[in-house]
């Protein structure tokens, strides 16, 4: 996918979209650094993620397997 998006998917969607984890899995993968995943956007106390760093990231898993 190489078109840039300006949207922020809600936790739901992008535990989703890398795969079903669970909410301990994302925050594990938050804290270690040179795993690269995208930190979230907060509004209103609710986390968003930037859906073009979200697919950069998982791209760059599908690279490296």
Same mark, same amino acid.
Do not use: C, Q
């Given at each position: 996918?190489?078109?840039?998006?300006?949207? *922020? #998917?809600? @936790?739901?969607?992008?535990?989703?979209?890398? &795969?079903?984890?669970?909410?301990?899995? !994302?925050?594990?993968?938050?804290?270690?650094? &040179? #795993? &690269?995943?995208?930190?979230?956007?907060? !509004?209103? &106390?609710?986390?968003?993620?930037?859906? @073009?760093? #979200?697919? @950069?990231? !998982?791209?760059?898993?599908? *690279?490296?397997?």
């Amino acid at each position: 996918m190489t078109a840039t998006s300006d949207r *922020l #998917l809600p @936790a739901h969607e992008m535990k989703t979209r890398v &795969g079903g984890v669970s909410d301990m899995t !994302i925050w594990r993968w938050m804290r270690k650094p &040179g #795993l &690269g995943f995208p930190r979230p956007v907060n !509004i209103n &106390g609710r986390n968003y993620w930037p859906e @073009a760093e #979200l697919t @950069a990231f !998982i791209e760059s898993r599908r *690279l490296r397997t």
